[in-house]
């Protein structure tokens, strides 16, 4: 696997980051649902963090009900958890950013049809 160079956010636990990197690879398929997991020493290489803090986020996404460990072999993804992870994180972004982003086109005077027209970069 190829190494993430990250730059992690102050205010906010490493593990809390490097748990919400795994649910955005759960949410864009690059860690499907029932299938392994980097190893927790892979994961630390990966992101470039100490292995407790990688095991300390795979910990906590197991107490969440995200990931299962498997004995001696590792964590995977549960099945049918993307589901819920869409919904959760919805309901998120129009709760914490997207008021914020839509003063902020408005003050732009950005619309919609001048979004849908744009390419990305």
Do not use: C
């Not at 299938?35 to 292995?51: F, H, T």
């Not at 008021?99 to 919609?112: I, K, S």
Request: no cysteine.
């Amino acid at each position: 696997m190829k190494k993430h160079p990250h730059k992690w956010k102050d205010g906010q636990s490493i593990y809390r980051q490097l748990m919400d990197e795994i649910i955005a690879g759960v949410l864009d398929r690059t860690y499907p649902e029932g299938e392994m997991l980097p190893s927790v020493r892979g994961l630390a290489e990966l992101y470039d963090v100490n292995p407790l803090t990688a095991a300390k986020a795979y910990g906590e996404l197991q107490r969440e009900g995200l990931v299962e460990a498997i004995r001696g072999e590792g964590f995977i993804v549960r099945k049918e958890v993307r589901v819920g992870l869409l919904r959760r994180e919805r309901a998120k972004f129009m709760k914490e950013e997207w008021p914020a982003l839509r003063m902020r086109l408005a003050r732009l005077e950005v619309d919609v049809k001048m979004l849908l027209a744009t390419t990305a970069p």
